[in-house]
C-alpha cells in the first residue's frame, strides 16, 4: 500500500480588480446575472456566466420552484444554455457569485453535481475550463480546471 496526496493549486487575487481583463468582466457578467434569480425559497442568489470559444458569454442564475428539487443552479442554467444556444461550440471559462438576501455578493462554490456538468463539458472542449470564483472578502480565486474541483472525476 503506497499513501498518496492530491494536490489543488489555485491563484488568488486579492479584489476583482486584480484580475485580467477578461476574467473580471465574466465575473461582472455573474453579478449582473444574480439579478435574474429566481429564489424565493432560499432568499440566495447565484449568478454564472460561461466564456465561449466564440467570444460569446451566456448567463445563468439559479432557479428554485415549490417542488424543491425540480430548481436548477445558476452553473447548470448557464452551461446548458450556452449548450442549447451554441451547440458544439467548447466552454473556456465559467465565473459564479452569490448574493445573499441582505445584497451582498458572497462565495458560491458550485455544488457536485454542477461540478459533474463542467467535468463533461470540460472533456467536450478538450482543454481545461478556468473556474473563477467570487470568494471571501472580495478575493477572487481562479483554478485552472475542474480536476482541481472534482479530483477522480467520473469520465470515460
Ligand atoms: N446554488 C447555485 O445556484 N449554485 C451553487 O453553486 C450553489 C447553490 C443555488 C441553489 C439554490 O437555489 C440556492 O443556491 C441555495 O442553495
Redesign the pocket.
Known amino acids: 500500500m503506497q499513501q498518496k496526496n492530491i494536490n489543488i493549486s489555485y491563484s488568488e487575487y486579492s479584489s476583482l480588480s486584480e484580475l485580467p481583463d477578461d476574467e473580471r468582466l465574466l465575473l461582472e457578467k455573474a453579478i449582473d446575472a444574480t439579478a435574474t ?1 429566481y ?1 424565493p ?2 432568499h ?3 449568478g ?1 456566466a460561461v466564456l465561449l470559444a466564440n467570444g460569446e458569454i451566456v448567463t445563468g ?4 420552484n415549490m417542488a424543491y428539487p425540480s ?7 448557464a452551461m446548458f444554455a450556452a449548450s442549447v444556444q451554441y451547440p458544439g461550440v467548447a466552454m473556456r471559462k465559467i465565473a ?1 457569485v ?1 448574493k445573499n438576501a441582505q445584497g451582498q455578493l458572497c462565495p ?4 457536485g453535481a ?1 461540478r459533474q456538468v463542467i467535468s463533461e463539458y470540460q472533456d467536450l472542449a478538450k482543454q481545461n475550463i478556468q473556474v473563477i470564483l467570487f470568494h471571501n472578502y472580495g478575493k477572487v480565486l481562479v483554478l485552472d480546471g475542474i480536476d482541481s474541483l472534482l479530483p477522480l472525476r467520473f469520465s470515460f
Open positions: 434569480a429564489s425559497y432560499s440566495f442568489c447565484v454564472a442564475s439559479n432557479q428554485e430548481g436548477l443552479c445558476a452553473e447548470r442554467t459564479i452569490g458560491a462554490t458550485p455544488c454542477c
